[in-house]
């Protein structure tokens, strides 16, 4: 029975050959993934995925910073005043962007 650690698919299970003709399974880390936006998936700008410094250091702070593109954030934001100003609903929009819309309409 592997230990505890090993159970959970956070490690990749790598099969391998040992020298004396053993076949053991070997544990190693994913590689981190690049940032990317949650509406069109491409990659975020000013995003580290170094653990040095602050947070401030790490993420941009704008609204939504680490989590949408600035095309995405923009368009989420012309959105959500279209929806306040009752020129859209709240069913027109694509459900990627809704809970976003959604946010933006509660603050």
């Known amino acids: 029975m592997p230990k505890p650690m090993h159970r959970s698919r956070s490690l990749r299970r790598l099969s391998r050959v040992t020298p004396k003709g053993r076949n053991t399974v070997h544990y190693k880390r994913r590689a981190n993934r690049l940032h990317s936006c949650a509406i069109c998936g491409s990659e ?3 995003i580290t995925l170094s653990r040095s410094g602050g947070k401030s250091r790490r ?14 954030t ?34």
């Open 74 to 107: 923009s368009s989420v934001i012309k959105t959500a005043s279209r929806i306040e100003q009752g020129e859209m609903k709240v069913g027109d929009i694509s459900i990627k962007q809704r809970a976003f819309v959604l946010q933006m309409i509660s603050h």
């Open 44 to 46: 975020l700008n000013g």
């Open 59 to 72: 993420t941009n702070s704008r609204l939504f910073g680490g989590v949408l593109c600035s095309k995405c």
